[in-house]
């Protein structure tokens, strides 16, 4: 078959994205909070040196313990012998992520209390508080019937499996919206709906639980002026819609398809000044990261200097900047 006319061939489906009038700058705070794909979008913010705190819990995947981590920030929601196991020789946190385990509870308690008082202070100043859904699975303690962030390995049988419906997310997340406002006027909620697919659910199971996601992510966009949304899931599904974008699992997205909805997001919310600085904080790393034949050479030790003399000039501009670490490199490789 002849095609008449090839440039007229389209092999995507691609959309545009309404730029956010507020414009991210550097001098704004952000948090992030939920599941990986939200850890992978907030350490490329980390990486471009934007103000970010990102998944201080942990990453989670359900809306019911986010909101819970909210409340539990806000000083809402109080942790109590209940929220605790011991279980393979340390103690664990059902609303916190592995990485907070200590052997010893005062250890793990104190561990907790520290992140809950950033988190707090995080909250009444963040300007973007972006939240990405998971999945609308939830596992509840039958004991106490409290819905875990984690199950840290807990025997199956301990724990009574269910979904959550968009009623259940939709009432819990009208609350929580009204008392951040109450607090941060000027917040504006960004919800996405995570692309990587569950499929230890099942492949039905998975697509019934986005659903039921999106849906009640639309109903509080909807509801609520300061709450948008960002297309993470269509960008995959109807943008790259290709399996060369998923890892080898075939769940979780390849470093390409994460670089992809980063940029977008990028021309989706940040100002083209700031997008600028950012291709400035990107030229600057990969000069720090290439590794030299000869690291005392006068023209590399020339380069360095003009590192360090670039990043203090952007220091400068945007003291929220942290260069520290890569300040402190350039220092152990000067002669």
Known sequence: MIVENEKQMNFRTTFDIPPDPTGLTYQMPVMMLGSCFSDNIGKKLTAHKFNVHSNPYGVIYNPYSIQQVLKHMLGDYQLNDTNFVFHNEQWHSYLHHGSFSETKKEALTQKIAETRNTGAQWLQKTRFLFITFGTAWVYQLKKTRQ???????????????FRLSTCDITDEFSLLIQRLESINPDLKIVFTLSPVRHMKDGAMENQLSKSILNVAIHDLVAQYEQCSYFPSYELVMDDLRDYRFYAPDMTHLTEQAVAYIYKRFLDTYVDEVTL??????????????????????????????????????????????????????????KR
Do not use: Y
């Open 276 to 333: 600028k600085m950012t291709q400035q904080v990107e030229k600057l790393k990969q000069g720090l990261a290439h590794r030299p034949v000869n690291p005392g050479s006068d023209a590399h030790q020339q380069l360095l200097h003009k590192i360090r003399t670039r990043i203090e000039a952007l220091q400068k501009q945007v003291p929220q900047q942290d260069w520290r670490e890569e300040l402190e490199a350039i220092a152990q490789l």
């Open 147 to 161: 819905i875990v962030a984690n199950c840290h390995k807990v025997p199956a049988a301990e724990f009574h499996r």
